[in-house]
């Protein structure tokens, strides 16, 4: 695992305060766990906790697809840690079905609040003391899959490329008061929750349901590969970097 080495030293982010949703599994717990490792506040949050939570960080149970757990979230994090320096909104994930037209309209509800509306709502109660500081960063943790939009999965790409857009006009609006805002679009990556939702998809599939050749690179990617990107982009060493979409997948796919 890299470090989160920046011109402060082995330990960067001691003092930063951070808010990483979604932080109960997988990537999230692996972003938590190197922002501790690199002396950040820590506050997680998850529909549940689980033993993967890494020890040290403060957690709420809150549901970020509706304002009340959004709001929730907020508080626990001016309780916890009196304030965010830095942000990841990293909760997210999708369910499959066999066609764009089997979706729900329920569904796409619950893609929308998860995977673009939750990020909305805790960057409007949580950016506003950044610029008023004049300093912070946030991430906003996307998929490659965007250009693809595989119809068993068009409410969640749909919903991530509307996250992806805000992400950008966000940036330009906060450049001017030193917030950077940044996305971060994962590959195909190891997690116990990639794994269940592949498996769901392969058996929803008449055919072929995603190619399961190696990126580029020879290799799924791992949760620290993401974490490692997401510690950069708020890390001083990227104190130019605004409004952008940092792919990390092995080479498997362009993004803009």
């Known amino acids: 695992m890299a470090t989160a080495e920046n011109d402060s030293g082995a330990r960067g982010f001691t003092g930063k305060r951070v808010l990483v949703t979604g932080g109960s599994r997988g990537i999230g717990a692996a972003i938590v766990r190197q922002f501790l490792d690199a002396g950040a506040e820590v506050l997680t949050t998850a529909r549940s906790k689980t033993s993967a939570v890494p020890e040290g960080a403060a957690f709420v149970e809150a549901d970020v697809r509706t304002r009340t757990g959004v709001k929730a979230v907020a508080e626990a994090a001016q309780e916890a840690l009196g304030g965010v320096d830095i942000l990841v909104n990293n909760a997210g994930g999708a369910r499959p079905f066999r066609n764009a037209w089997d979706i729900p309209d329920e569904e796409w509800q619950d893609q929308l609040d998860l995977n673009y509306l939750a990020s909305v709502r805790l960057d409007a109660l949580l950016t506003p003391e950044m610029r008023e500081r004049r ?5 906003h943790v996307s998929t490659v899959a965007v250009p693809t939009s595989a119809p068993a999965f068009l409410h969640y790409t749909a919903a991530k490329a509307a996250l992806q857009n805000y992400s950008r006009g966000l940036a330009l609006e906060l450049a001017p008061f030193g917030v950077r805002v940044n996305a971060v679009s994962p590959g195909r990556t190891t997690t116990p929750g990639g794994k269940a939702t592949r498996k769901q998809w392969a058996s929803l599939a008449e055919g072929p349901s995603q190619d399961d050749t190696s990126p580029p690179l020879g290799r799924d990617g791992r949760p620290d590969d993401i974490a490692d990107a997401v510690l950069f982009l708020v890390s001083d060493r990227a ?14 796919f362009p993004v803009g």
């Open 135 to 139: 300093s912070g960063a946030v991430v």
């Open 239 to 252: 104190s130019w970097l605004t409004g952008r979409n940092l792919a990390v997948d092995g080479g498997e």
